[in-house]
C-alpha cells in the first residue's frame, strides 16, 4: 500500500468509526456488531502504526489517554457557567411562569423541558470542528482544563459532522456521568481490587474527570450529554429547542428525552411523566431543566449574578426507603472530624444498592434518636448523598443503647475532642486516618516547604509503611524512594536534598507544620513571638494561653489538648533528635493591622478573589481569626459562590453575612 493509498483508507476508517461511535454512544442505535467494530478499530491502529506522520489528535485511536500530569491548570471560560435556581413545589412552577409573563409581557411562552443530568458540568470547546479544549465548571467563570481526560470519552465526538457544516468556533456546555450500570461494575471491580468505592455514580465521574493520569480516566466508563451553545461564530438559533437540533445535527449526544411545552401545564405534565420513569433510565437524574424557548426572550429576561432568569430546576422529591441499621461505626477524616455513619441493610434506592449512609454528627444521631437494630427511612439528599431522614417506630421492638462517640479515636487510640457539634482525633501527626494528609501540611510552603513531597509520593510513602509519623520524613533513604513509583536518581536525590534543608525551620513554621486546629499562619507567628522556645510553648497551660492576645478559647483548648498528647510529644520529641533545628521567627519589621482582632470569621462556598487558605491568612493577619463551625461568637459568615448550610445556620443564629466584596473592603490595607 502507497503513502497515498493509506492515507485515504485511514481518512475513510476514521469516518466510518465516528460514524459507528455517534450511533452508539449518542443514538443507542449500533448497525454492526461489537467484533466487526473491533476488526475496524484494530485495522486502524495498525495503519497509523506503519504511517505514523498520518496521526492526527482527533483519530478515534487517540483516546488512550497521556502520560500522567501534576496538576490541572486553570481556564477561564468564554461566558460565565451559571447555576440555576432549584425548586420543588407546582406552586414556584406555576409562579416562574407567572413572573416570566409578566417580564415579557406576554400570555403565551413555549418552554423546553429536559432531564436534569446528575453529573459534572463542563465546557466543550471545538474550533473548525474540531475539538480542542474542555474544562470543568470550577466557579463558574474559572475551570480546570481536563482536556486530555475529555478525549477518552467515546461518546464525545473530536471531529464534528461536516454534512452539516459547523460553525468555525464553538462552545458547549454538557453534563458527564456514569451509566447506573456501569457504575455498579466499576465499584465492583474495585472493591474486588481492595480499593474503596465510589460513594456514586456523581462522585465517580466527577473523580474520574479529574485524574491527573488520564489513562486511569480512558478506562472509566464516562459518557457525555449536551444541552446548551454557550458562544457560537455566527448566528445562534433562534429557540433552544433548534439549539439542541443544530446540536445533535453536528454529532454531539443530545438528551433524547426532551418536550417542547407550549404551556406550563404541559411542563408540569412532562415532570410527572419523567419522574415515574426515572426508575428506568440508565443514568441519574434528579429532576427536570425548563427554559424559555425563544433565545431572544432569554436575552431580554438576562441573569442574576449566579443563575438565569430564564431557566430553574424543578427537582423531584427526594427518595426514600425503609431499612434497618445493623451498625453505627466512625469513620476518622484527614482533618481528623469524625463522623458516625449507619452501616444499612442493603436497600435499592433508585437502581443504587446503599449499605450506608452518613449520620453527620452526633447531635444529629441524637435528635433523630437513631439506634442499632432501628427500621429507619434512607434518602438520597439532592438524589446524592446517602442520608438518614427518620426512624420508623415498630410496635412492640426492644430498642438497644442511644449510641455515644467514642472518647478515644477508633484508628490511633488518641483522646477524642469536641468542637461544637463535631468531634475530633487530637492524635494529627500520629493517626493514620490522618497521616497523609497531615504529612502534605507539614511539607507545604506555608510550613516546612519540603519540595518534590507531593500527593503520590506520600500515598506511596504511607501505604508502603516507609513513613509512620512526621519523624519518619528524616530517616528515609534514597534506596527506599528508589522503590516508589515516579522516581529515579535525580528526583530521589533532590527530594532528600529538599528534606534535609527543611531541619532548619523556625518556630512559627513548624508551629504551622504540626497542623494544630485552630493555628494557621498569623497565630503560630503570635505563640512564636509569645513563647519564644518550643520547650516553653509545650509546657504551657490552656489558662497560659488564654493570657496571650488574639488567643480566644478555642484555640488555647486546641494547643492544650494537642500538647497534652504523648504521642504528639513523642513524634515532636523523635523530630528533634533527628535533626530538626527550630530557631525563633524572624523579627518583623512592622506590625500588621490588628482592625479584626476579636473577630471570628466562617467561610462557605467558593470565593472568586481568594483561595482559602489566602482568605484565612488575611484574617489573621488582621488579628482575627476563622472558625470551621458557625456559632453565636462567630463574628462573620463570608458566602461566596454555592455556599452550603453554614449560611442557613448563620440566618437562623443572626450572625452577620458578608459578600467576598464586603470581605475585601474589611481586609484591605488600610
Not at 99 to 115: N, W
Not at 402 to 407: A, H, I, K, L, S
Not at 483 to 512: N, P
Request: with cysteine; hydrophobic share 35%; net charge negative.
Amino acid at each position: 500500500m502507497t503513502h497515498s493509498e493509506a492515507e485515504q483508507r485511514i481518512a475513510a476508517l476514521r469516518r466510518e468509526i465516528r460514524h459507528h461511535d455517534h450511533l452508539y454512544y449518542s443514538k443507542d442505535r449500533p448497525e454492526i456488531s461489537d467484533a466487526e467494530y473491533d476488526r475496524l478499530f484494530r485495522e486502524l491502529v495498525e495503519l497509523e502504526t506503519v504511517y505514523p506522520d498520518l496521526i492526527t489528535s482527533d483519530s478515534p485511536t487517540q483516546r488512550v489517554g497521556a502520560p500522567p500530569i501534576d496538576e490541572l491548570t486553570k481556564v477561564p471560560h468564554e461566558k460565565p457557567m451559571l447555576s440555576l435556581d432549584s425548586i420543588t413545589d407546582r406552586e414556584d412552577v406555576l409562579a416562574f411562569a407567572t413572573r416570566m409573563k409578566r417580564e415579557l409581557e406576554t400570555d403565551h411562552i413555549v418552554y423546553t423541558a429536559e432531564p436534569k443530568f446528575d453529573g459534572l458540568s463542563v465546557e466543550l470547546v471545538y474550533d473548525q470542528g474540531t475539538f480542542v479544549r474542555g474544562a470543568t465548571r470550577g466557579d463558574g467563570r474559572t475551570g480546570e482544563d481536563v482536556t486530555v481526560n475529555l478525549r477518552t470519552i467515546r461518546a464525545l465526538p473530536l471531529q464534528l459532522h461536516h454534512n452539516q457544516i459547523p460553525p468555525s468556533h464553538l462552545v458547549v456546555r454538557g453534563e458527564v456521568y456514569m451509566r447506573l450500570d456501569e457504575f455498579q461494575a466499576l465499584n465492583r471491580r474495585m472493591t474486588e481490587r481492595g480499593e474503596e468505592a465510589f460513594a456514586n455514580p456523581r462522585n465517580a465521574a466527577a473523580g474520574s474527570l479529574r485524574m491527573l493520569d488520564s489513562r486511569i480516566t480512558a478506562s472509566r466508563p464516562l459518557t457525555v450529554t449536551c444541552y446548551d451553545i454557550m458562544a457560537v461564530s455566527g448566528t445562534f438559533p433562534s429557540t433552544h429547542w433548534d439549539e439542541l437540533e443544530a446540536l445533535a445535527a453536528w454529532g454531539l449526544p443530545v438528551p433524547a428525552h426532551r418536550r417542547r411545552c407550549h404551556s406550563i401545564e404541559e411542563v408540569l405534565s412532562f415532570h410527572e411523566a419523567t419522574d415515574a420513569m426515572r426508575e428506568t433510565l440508565p443514568f441519574e437524574i434528579d429532576g427536570i431543566v425548563v427554559k424559555v424557548d425563544r433565545r431572544d426572550w432569554q436575552d431580554q429576561l438576562g441573569s442574576k449574578s449566579r443563575s438565569p432568569r430564564w431557566a430553574i430546576a424543578y427537582k423531584f422529591v427526594p427518595r426514600k426507603e425503609i431499612t434497618v441499621i445493623q451498625d453505627i461505626v466512625v469513620s476518622v477524616g484527614r482533618t481528623g472530624t469524625l463522623t458516625p455513619l449507619a452501616l444499612l441493610k442493603p436497600v435499592e434506592v433508585g437502581g443504587v444498592t446503599i449499605s450506608r449512609a452518613t449520620l453527620h454528627n452526633a447531635d444529629e444521631v441524637a435528635r433523630k434518636d437513631v439506634r442499632v437494630g432501628d427500621t429507619v427511612k434512607v434518602e438520597r439528599a439532592g438524589d446524592v448523598i446517602p442520608a438518614i431522614a427518620e426512624r420508623v417506630p415498630v410496635p412492640g421492638e426492644q430498642r438497644q443503647e442511644p449510641f455515644v462517640m467514642p472518647d478515644h479515636c477508633p484508628v490511633c487510640g488518641s483522646a477524642v475532642a469536641r468542637e461544637g457539634a463535631y468531634f475530633y482525633c487530637t492524635g494529627q501527626t500520629v493517626c493514620v486516618a490522618q497521616l497523609k494528609g497531615a504529612i502534605e501540611h507539614f511539607a507545604s510552603k506555608s510550613a516546612l516547604d519540603i519540595d518534590g513531597m507531593g500527593k503520590k509520593t506520600v500515598a506511596q510513602l504511607v501505604d508502603r509503611g516507609l513513613v509512620r509519623d512526621l519523624a519518619d520524613l528524616y530517616h528515609l533513604t534514597k534506596e527506599q524512594l528508589l522503590t516508589l513509583e515516579g522516581f529515579a536518581d535525580r528526583s530521589a536525590t533532590l527530594l532528600l536534598e529538599s528534606i534535609e534543608r527543611s531541619k532548619s525551620v523556625s518556630l512559627d513554621r513548624l508551629l504551622m507544620g504540626l497542623g494544630i486546629r485552630q493555628v494557621g499562619q498569623h497565630i503560630a507567628r503570635v505563640l512564636a513571638k509569645q513563647f519564644g522556645t518550643l520547650p516553653r510553648l509545650m509546657a504551657a497551660t490552656e489558662e497560659e494561653f488564654l493570657q496571650v492576645r488574639e488567643i480566644g478559647p478555642e484555640i488555647s483548648a486546641s494547643l492544650a489538648s494537642f500538647f497534652s498528647e504523648d504521642r504528639n510529644r513523642q513524634v515532636i520529641a523523635r523530630l528533634v533528635e533527628r535533626g530538626l533545628s527550630i530557631a525563633p521567627p524572624p523579627a518583623e519589621a512592622t506590625t500588621g493591622s490588628q482592625s479584626l482582632a476579636g473577630k471570628t470569621f466562617v467561610f462557605t462556598g467558593g470565593l472568586a478573589g481568594y483561595s482559602r487558605n489566602q482568605a484565612k491568612e488575611l484574617v489573621e493577619q488582621h488579628g482575627g481569626q476563622v472558625s470551621s463551625s458557625v456559632s453565636k461568637k462567630t463574628s462573620y459568615v463570608v458566602a461566596g459562590t454555592d455556599p452550603g448550610s453554614k449560611l442557613d445556620q448563620a440566618q437562623k443564629l443572626g450572625v452577620r453575612i458578608l459578600t467576598e466584596g464586603e470581605f475585601t473592603d474589611l481586609v484591605k490595607p488600610e
